[in-house]
């Protein structure tokens, strides 16, 4: 039979020439992540010919200037060893364009400069609009490309746009956010990225699941207790986040994209083919199957939000959460939260997915576990071996990223001793070469036209339908669920153990 995967896997054109515009250019995000996955595409041969990257920002701040930053950064960042060769080529294809958000005049002399370089090569290039700033200048940056007509692709081309993350902070704004944006660019043309998604690991979840005949037939509620989620950091608010995380939460920031993107790509039925709308739909009816939870006695069985206070994370003494810099000192804003999920479908009937994230935690790892049912009699063990029988597979987003096997053996000897034992396999060793960068994978994506990894606008909006029901119960009840405490550098709140301990289960120790 033919495998649908194959052409995805191992069949990749080449983007067509393409200049890509950076809106907020000077942040962190430019330097940390797209320049380097930019050059990175370069070495690796990927870059569309003729490329161009445009970086519009309010900062006063000449080409060589710019370009002397992001060599700075590059060298610090870039997942391949930074070579001075290389970049001096790259360079040449980065530019610098200082405008107001919004400022009209800024774009018809962005748009002056665009066809300037479709001159120089002598044909017009595609477009791809980045939007990397402060969200608030979303609705702005959208409603002035189309003033000056930048949203419309020259003749024979086309004209995208990427948006980064936070796609609005509740419904009611990801859909003014997404009515502003389909007045500029068709569903099609609009690139939502999370960077999860581009993560090799995440991409992997739907090789091993329908590329391999041993787990489909298991992967059910038939077969499977229940599944752990679990993104663990060991940082807090370095870098000045805190203005914003105060203003987000661990729920908002991670569970609504990243951590229900990862969900639906455990629990969705298997796509049609492998389109981009066709993965899309079976993911966004994970989300919509989720039993809501609704009102804070619901809320507060099923989900647990919790802040640090001080501690010690590898070593080093940390403050509490709201003792953070620009945090503030009253916060009542989450930065760890455990959930008890349903998905109310055939398949999940009854399994629960429990969900975990937080920030100052021992460690910084992301995992997926999925926990096997105990068969239903192993004639040789005793009820002590019983109790540890458990088959768990486990895939290891990051670091380490790999996938492990947790089953039972005899151990050698002339007793029969049943010992649980680990098969695993390791991206690092099996492939012997690093895994491209999520926004590699990425941005060559919106390069390429193809949106599979990206959230479409019923994905975003229905992801926080769910978690609005949430927030609601935490903030707009008289009587909310508590806010409980874990110290930086443990693993949360007690109560989210005990979240577990109600059904007569436990977190994985990671
Ligand atoms: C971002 C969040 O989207 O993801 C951050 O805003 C978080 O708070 C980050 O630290 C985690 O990403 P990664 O790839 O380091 O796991």
């Given amino acids: 039979m033919e495998n649908p995967f194959q052409e995805t896997l191992f069949h990749r054109n080449q983007a067509e020439p393409c200049t890509m515009v950076i809106f907020g250019a000077t942040g962190d995000l430019t330097h940390r992540k797209l320049i380097p996955a930019l050059y990175n595409l370069a070495a690796s041969g ?13 900062r006063d701040k000449t080409d060589p200037d710019f370009r002397s930053e992001l060599e700075t950064a590059n060298r610090k960042y870039s997942r391949q060893t930074h070579s001075d060769e290389l970049w001096q080529r790259f360079e040449q294809s980065i530019h610098y364009h200082r405008s107001e958000f919004q400022d009209l005049e800024g774009y018809r002399s962005l748009k002056d400069a665009l066809d300037r370089f479709d001159q120089q090569r002598g044909a017009p290039a595609n477009r791809l609009f980045y939007l990397a700033s402060a969200p608030e200048f979303f609705k702005p940056i959208l409603e002035l490309l189309k003033q000056a007509g930048l949203n419309e692709a020259p003749e024979g081309r086309w004209a995208r746009v990427v948006c980064e993350k936070p796609f609005g902070k509740d419904l009611t ?49 038939r077969y499977i207790d229940h599944v752990q989620i679990t993104c663990a950091e060991n940082l807090g608010m370095e870098g000045g986040r805190g203005g914003y995380y105060d203003t987000a939460g661990a729920l908002r920031d991670m569970v609504q994209n990243h951590l229900f993107q990862l969900l639906s790509l455990v629990a969705m039925e298997p796509p049609t083919d492998l389109s981009a709308d066709s993965v899309r739909d079976e993911k966004v009816k994970v989300i919509r199957s989720l039993r809501r939870w609704v009102g804070p006695e619901a809320v507060g069985h099923n989900v647990v939000r919790a802040q640090y206070t001080a501690g010690s994370v590898d070593g080093v003494e940390r403050v509490g959460y709201r003792q953070e810099d620009r945090v503030n000192p009253e916060s009542n804003t989450e930065c ?12 999940w009937q009854g399994v629960p997915f429990y969900i975990r994230v937080g920030k100052q935690l021992p460690k910084k790892a992301t995992e997926i576990s999925v926990h096997f049912k105990k068969p239903p009699q192993v004639p040789f063990a005793t009820a002590s071996m019983l109790s540890n ?109 005990e979240l577990l301990a109600q059904d007569g289960r436990q977190w994985r120790l990671l």
């Fill in 46 to 58: 990927d870059l569309p010919p003729h490329f161009q990257c445009i970086g519009f920002a309010r």
């Fill in 336 to 347: 760890y939260v455990a959930l008890r999920l349903y998905v109310d479908t055939w398949r």
């Fill in 389 to 497: 029988s458990e088959n768990t597979l486990v895939i290891r987003i990051q670091p380490d990223e790999g996938i492990a096997l947790r089953i039972l053996c005899k151990q050698p000897g002339q007793a029969l001793i049943m010992q649980p034992v680990k098969m695993d396999f390791q991206y690092s060793s099996s492939f012997g070469k690093a895994s491209p960068e999520a926004y590699e994978r990425l941005l060559l994506d919106a390069m390429l036209g193809d949106a599979t990894l990206f959230a479409r606008r019923d994905e975003v909006e229905n992801a926080w339908k769910f978690i609005d029901e949430l927030e609601h119960a935490w903030h707009q009840s008289a009587h909310p669920p508590p806010m409980c405490e874990y110290p930086a550098g443990s693993w949360g709140p007690k109560e989210a153990d």
């Fill in 173 to 221: 704004t990801a859909r003014a956010l997404n009515e502003v944006v389909s007045q500029t660019f068709e569903e099609k043309d609009t690139y939502r990225i999370d960077h999860y998604l581009g993560k090799e690991t995440a991409q992997n979840i739907m090789v091993l699941r329908f590329a391999n005949a041993l787990f489909e037939p298991n992967w059910n509620s």
